[in-house]
């Protein structure tokens, strides 16, 4: 099978919470013989109130973060040179969704020419989840519960679809990482039918779903996507690619084998080419 990432690389280099350099993470990726890897750094903020708690106490600000992207994105592209004819390496970023978010992913793809965007959501209501347990139990009774929590999270990413156009979309189920009885809230009429939709989306758009090891390699039994919304995407008929959505060397390639074989279970496969993403598909670029 052709090794293919398309979200990883972060790095300790151009993130806090990663580690190595971004180097280092490319030659883990050729050792372990993927074809193609795209980068996807995460997205600096609009403006310095979608600073992270970690990055606040760093004193960092959002023009420095901003400069710090264009510094990725040059290395980014001078790796991507150095292993041509070895591996290919696309230069993209993960995208946030909070407001404002719409024209400053697109301000920052044409500004920087990315090759993709991983569309993901990290914040419901305005405030991020998954910073720490605290925080997701936080934005739980914000929203008003676990369900509605839930629905506000499959219709945010519904509304970042339909406004960023990613060519891929980022750890699917985010929203069940503290939720021990996830299956229980998927099952939930309202979000059943929530994840239907949004699956119906990303099959009439083209577009890939990120199957993330980070799950696994935080101690879940299930990458994101969990097997309940895997089955229901491969019925559709939607495109896969495997993400290790690696934050340093010695995680580069977690789980591929594993994902291989779930996705070879439920019949599918992930995608067998990285040039399926360099091709228009279906108004998936912003205007």
């Given at each position: 099978m052709r090794r293919i990432s398309l979200h990883g690389g972060h790095s300790g280099q151009f993130c806090d919470h990663a580690r190595d350099t971004l180097a280092e993470i490319v030659a883990a990726y050729h050792a372990a013989g993927f074809e193609c890897v795209g980068l996807t750094e995460h997205?600096?903020?609009?403006?310095?109130?979608?600073?992270?708690?970690?990055?606040?106490?760093?004193?960092?600000?959002?023009?420095?973060?901003?400069?710090?992207?264009?510094?990725?994105v040059a290395e980014a592209r001078r790796l991507e040179r150095e292993y041509a004819g070895r591996m290919r390496i696309l230069v993209g970023m993960e995208s946030e969704w909070y407001p404002g978010c719409g024209e400053w992913v697109a301000e920052l793809r044409e500004r920087f020419a990315l090759d993709y965007v991983v569309g993901s959501v990290h914040h419901v209501g305005g405030g991020c989840f998954d910073f720490s347990k605290t925080d997701y139990a936080r934005i739980v009774q914000l929203s008003?519960?676990?369900l509605p929590f839930y629905a506000d999270y499959f219709d945010a990413q519904y509304e970042m679809m339909q406004s960023l156009r990613p060519e891929v979309v980022g750890h699917f189920d985010l929203?069940?990482?503290?939720d021990a009885n996830y299956v229980d809230t998927l099952?939930?009429?309202?979000?059943?039918?929530?994840?239907?939709r949004n699956l119906e989306w990303v099959l009439e758009s083209g577009v890939i779903l990120d199957v993330n090891a980070r799950a696994i390699l935080k101690g879940q039994s299930e990458p994101y996507m969990c097997w309940l919304i895997l089955e229901k995407a491969v019925r559709l008929g939607v495109r896969f690619a495997y993400g290790d959505d690696a934050h340093g060397a010695s995680e580069v390639g977690f789980g591929y084998e594993k994902i291989g074989s779930l996705l070879a279970e439920a019949g599918a496969s992930p995608i067998k080419s990285c040039e399926v993403l360099l091709r228009p598909v279906s108004s998936t670029r912003p205007t």
């Open positions: 997205m600096p903020p609009l403006s310095d109130a979608w600073l992270y708690p970690d990055e606040v106490e760093l004193g960092r600000t959002a023009v420095w973060m901003q400069e710090r992207f264009g510094r990725y008003g519960g676990l929203v069940r990482l503290y099952l939930e009429h309202e979000i059943r039918c929530r994840i239907a």
